[in-house]
Structure formats: structure tokens, C-alpha cells
């Protein structure tokens, strides 16, 4: 079984070097700049003064070192140090005197137990420190993508490979087979008068798309402005927890599933070279959890994951054969 593993996205602030004339001058950044001047401080109010004064370095440093224990599994979602860090979150609360007013109390879950229908809360229970949100999670995952064209009795076949020649981001068991259409860019916008979906039938079938949006070198253009820019031009192209606005649209119009390809091609845009540069370097002298990394995703109203149809990355020489 090939896994999914779950990325990491880690920002990296990286120093500026400004090359002014032909001097080469590096000018550095005032680390003075990031602290705050305090003029005199004040006392601490009478009706806080005790809470203020329990707080101390030796307990906070107690805290962090039971929470940031490798026993704690990094806290990763749904893992035993996830629930144990919880409890042990909870348990503090209650000693300090915190009010709960969280969902009510249940039965005790933990570990893969998260991603089960938590069990109903007895009528009588008061309320706990925790909210209850649930999850899937995505043990194991394959896929295989073949293109059929058929005229009268003949027929002729290609077989694509994943991580080559597609991604897969379907959170489903599925089994589908469909024609491909073509639909541009795949955007609906009423406010520009823009619709790739006009006079199409896309109703059971895949459409074939290009990433992004018209126009991405031209400052003019509509969609490198504003809330359009930050719609289709996200920080992360495909961010969690949210539907991609271009599946969405398809989803909405009826297709089957979404074929996306990169609109422009450059060297790190291939599916093999970025699912290569995806791949984290870890140090495995002592994982702190052994195996591939878990794939879980938040559960919409419907009970399904963010997208509920399949969403294909595909390369160009895939995209190609498919409309050649």
C-alpha cells in the first residue's frame, strides 16, 4: 500500500542582503527594532495580585517540560500524547478553578478511538473543557488512472502513474469512469461576467482545467487585484480545512471530478519534481513515532472530507495525451 504523508509547511525568515551600486554593501537589520521600550511599569492590581503572584518561571518551566515530552508524540491529532496532553490540560484547568463550558462530558476516547462517532453524552453530564470535532482519518491509499479512446470497434488504452504523471487528493474509495472536457481555467465569476462553464455540459463528466487564473503577469488583469487575487492566488494553493473555489465551482455545476493542470511549465512544475522537493528530510536515529505520517482531514456537515469529488493533479505531457 503506498501512504500519504502529511506535509509540514514550516516559514523560514531568511536575511536580506541589499546590494546598493556597485559598493556589494550588506545592510543589516537593527535587532533594537523588535523590542519594545517600557517607560516604568505598573503594580498589578489588588484583585489580581494573587493569580499574578502564583505565576512563576520554576512552574512554567515544569509545565513545558511534561507537555513538550517526546511521551507526547509532538501532540499529533488523534495520537495517545495528543489525549493524554489534553487530559493533562484539563486536569490543571479544573485545579486552578476554571470554569468548563466546553461540550458535555463524555465517555473517555482517545487515540485512533478519535476517529470514530463519539458516543452520545448521557443526558445528565455537565460540561467538559473540550470541544468535540470530528475527523477521518485516511489509513492507506492507491490509485491508478488509465485513458480510453474508442471509434467503432477499435479501441486503444494508456495507463498514467501516480506521482509521475498525477496526483490524487480524493479523500474517498471511488471507482469512476467518465469523458473528459475541457473548461479553460474552470472559474465562474458574475461580478466580471467570466464563466469557463458557459454552454458546457460538464454533468457526470471530468473537466480538464488549468490552474490558476487569466492573466497572472498582467498587474491589470481583474483577477491580480484584490479578494480575486486572494482567491485564486492563495498563499497555499490548496488550502486545508476550505475547498478549493475552482473544485467547488465544478462541484457545483455537476462534474465528476476535477483534472488540473499546471497553466505554466517551468522545471519545479512536473508532479515527479515537486512530489520529490514534498519530501521532508527526517532524522531517523530516534523517530518519535515510527512509520509513515498520519492523513487525517476535517469532516464538512455532509460527514465528508473538505472535497467531495476526486481533485487530480496531472502533469502537461498527461493533459496532452488526453486532449490530443
Known sequence: MKKIVILACVLCLLPLTVLVGQQNQEQTADPLKNFSLVDETVPVPENVQVGFSSITGKDAVAYLKFISDDLM???????????????????????????????PERPAIGGRMMMMPPPAAPSNSKKSYFQNIPFKEILSSES??????????????????ENEDYTYYASDTQSLTAPVVFVGYGIQEPSLKFDDYKNIDVKGKFVLMLSEAPGKDNPESPF?????????????????????????????????????????????????????????????????IPGDRRRISHLDSSG?????????????????TLLG
Request: glycine share 8%; net charge positive.
Open 144 to 161: 491508478s488512472v488509465k485513458a480510453v479512446w474508442k471509434k467503432g470497434d477499435l479501441s486503444r488504452s494508456i495507463a498514467f502513474h
Open 224 to 288: 491580480n487585484k484584490g479578494d480575486l487575487k486572494e482567491k485564486y492566488y492563495p498563499p497555499r494553493r490548496f488550502r486545508r480545512g476550505g475547498t478549493d473555489p475552482k473544485v467547488k465551482a465544478a462541484m457545483d455545476s455537476g462534474a465528476a471530478g476535477v483534472l488540473m493542470v499546471q497553466n505554466e511549465e517551468t522545471s519545479s512544475s512536473s508532479i515527479a519534481a515537486r512530489t520529490l522537493s514534498s519530501q521532508r528530510a527526517v532524522n531517523d536515529e530516534r523517530p518519535i
Open 73 to 103: 508524540e509532538g501532540r499529533e491529532t488523534a495520537s495517545d500524547g495528543y489525549s493524554i496532553a489534553a487530559l493533562y490540560a484539563a486536569t490543571m484547568f479544573e485545579l486552578w478553578g476554571v470554569k468548563p463550558l466546553g461540550d
Open 304 to 320: 465528508r472530507g473538505s472535497d467531495s469529488i476526486p481533485s487530480i493533479q496531472i502533469s502537461r505531457k498527461m493533459a496532452d
